[in-house]
T-cell receptor, first 108, second 116 residues
């Protein structure tokens, strides 16, 4: 079965601290992994995807096939990073599976 | 340009009534998705439309749920005989679908459905 797991419902860090949002997946094929973000009172939007290998707003995520993980990292968190983050997997049949989300709270 | 729009933004209904939720995708996007977001849960895939192909309905939770997409554009999600467990935010997303699951999905603001 295809599944995306985000073990932390809430993550609180102080401004300037490193942050890592965990995401593990199960999929027998070659997945496409994404991170979506929802800021307060805004709609869900793409943050980054593994195929692009890009850094967006200082965030990076590396696909680790051995550990089936796609953790989201940022070395120095900012208050404006506070949001709900969803890890998502896209399969070969255009179906998406989202994790339950992690709420990131960056304290001043 | 205009993003994905959904209407109504909020819907309160009584148990047993039927409801219709509407989604207007971004012009030119051939793929359209419906998701359900329940409190404390992730996004649950409901249905996927791609162009004029038969939709993937495998995520619909029961036969009370149905969706259609007219003219390859506007989509309507219908829930018949609503139940309290149908209360959730229903999200619509569209993508260009030039590369299937590799495409970025653009989400609408959602419709918050409350079944009393």
């Amino acid at each position: 079965a295809q599944r995306v797991t985000q073990p932390e419902k809430l993550l609180s860090v102080f401004k300037g601290a490193p942050v890592e949002l965990k995401c593990n997946y199960s999929y027998s094929g070659s997945p496409e992994l994404f991170w979506y973000v929802q800021y307060s009172r805004q709609r869900l939007q793409l943050l980054l995807r593994h195929i692009s290998r890009e850094s967006i707003k200082g965030f990076t995520a590396d696909l680790n096939k051995g550990e089936t993980s796609f953790h989201l990292k940022k070395p120095f968190a900012q208050e404006e990073d506070s949001a709900m983050y969803y890890c998502a997997l896209g399969n070969n049949f255009n179906k998406f599976y989202f994790g339950s989300g992690t709420k990131l709270n960056v304290k001043p | 340009g205009a993003g994905v729009s959904q209407s109504p933004s909020n819907k309160v209904t009584e148990k047993g009534k039927d409801v219709e939720l509407r989604c207007d995708p971004i012009s030119g996007h051939t793929a359209l998705y419906w998701y359900r977001q329940s409190l404390g849960q992730g996004l649950e895939f409901l249905i996927y439309f791609q162009g004029n192909s038969a939709p993937d309905k495998s995520g619909l939770p029961s036969d009370r749920f149905s969706a259609e997409r007219t003219g390859g554009s506007v989509s309507t999600l219908t829930i018949q005989r609503t139940q309290q467990e149908d209360s959730a935010v229903y999200l619509c997303a569209s993508s260009l679908n030039s590369g299937g699951a590799r495409d970025t999905q653009y989400f609408g603001p959602g419709t918050r459905l409350t079944v009393l």
